[in-house]
Structure formats: structure tokens, C-alpha cells
């Protein structure tokens, strides 16, 4: 009931606040501001949605990178196990006389395999890394280009209201 009382009461308060607003210059309404205000509302528009655009597509262009990232790393993972499989079986398909040779073998194999799954994991992450880099700073240039309409729009605005 309290928050009731007190929203009403801000409510009251807000809106009478808005009857006391000073009357605007009369130069404000002239039809030269009000054209700049429609120029600068629709560059405004027209950059907010250009920035979206290269929101969406910095984002598809994460997406994308992370599933391929995610792809390599299981390719070089799965190779790895086939190379240790196929050393582990010449293991036991070898001779009793050879089995100490073919297990020293199968371990430098499976160590061989998973250093060169990990280098590939390393890679698929550098280039993923890159490719998120890149794509933060497209956005970051969108919304500067979308702040310069911004200010530009309000300064064409300003300067319609001083003629």
C-alpha cells in the first residue's frame, strides 16, 4: 500500500512538473529546426541501424569462429586417439621378443600425437582469438561512426536554432 501511495504521489509530482515547463523560444519551433530535427532523428535512425548490421555480423562472425575453433580442436583431438590406437595395436600384435620396442615406440607415437593435437588446439585458438578481436573492434567502430551522426544531428539542430 505504502509503494502505492508513494508511486501516486511521484506521479503527482512528475506531471505537474511538466505543466510548470517554460514555454520554448519561439525560434525553436521555426521550421528550419524542425527540419534539422527530422534530418538529424533519420541519420540517427539510418546509423543505429547500420551499427545493428554490423553488430549482427561481428556477431555471426564470433559464432562462426568458435565453431570452428571447436571443430579443429576435436579433429586434432580424434587424430591424436587414431595414432595412439594404431600404436598401441602393433603393441599387441608383435612378437613377445618385440614388445618392449613396440611399447617404447607407441609411447613416443601417443607423445608425438598429443603435442601435435595440442599445437592445433593452440592455433585453432589464436586464430579464434583474432577473429574475436577483429570483431570487437568493428563494433567499436560502428558505434563510433553512430555517436558521430549523433553529435553531428545535434549540431546541425543547434545551429538551426541560432539563425
Known amino acids: 500500500m505504502n ?25 525553436a519551433s521555426s521550421p528550419a529546426v524542425e527540419h534539422a530535427q527530422g534530418k538529424a532523428d533519420k541519420n540517427n535512425a539510418k546509423a543505429a541501424a547500420s551499427e545493428a548490421k554490423v553488430d549482427a555480423k561481428a556477431d555471426a562472425k564470433v559464432e562462426k569462429a568458435d565453431a570452428k575453433a571447436d571443430k579443429s580442436k576435436a579433429d586434432a583431438h580424434a587424430d591424436a586417439k587414431a595414432d595412439k590406437a594404431k600404436a598401441h595395436a602393433k603393441v599387441t600384435e608383435a612378437k613377445p621378443e618385440d614388445k618392449a620396442k613396440a611399447d617404447a615406440k607407441a609411447d613416443k607415437v601417443a607423445a608425438d600425437a598429443d603435442a601435435k593435437s595440442a599445437k592445433k588446439s593452440v592455433k585453432a585458438d589464436e586464430k579464434n582469438a583474432k577473429a574475436k578481436d577483429e570483431a570487437h573492434a568493428d563494433k567499436a567502430k560502428a558505434e563510433v561512426k553512430t555517436d558521430q551522426v549523433k553529435a553531428e544531428g545535434k549540431a546541425d539542430v543547434k545551429a538551426a536554432a541560432a539563425k
Open 3 to 27: 509503494k502505492l501511495l508513494s508511486a501516486l504521489i511521484a506521479g503527482l509530482f512528475v506531471s505537474s512538473g511538466a505543466f510548470a515547463q517554460p514555454a520554448a523560444p519561439a525560434s
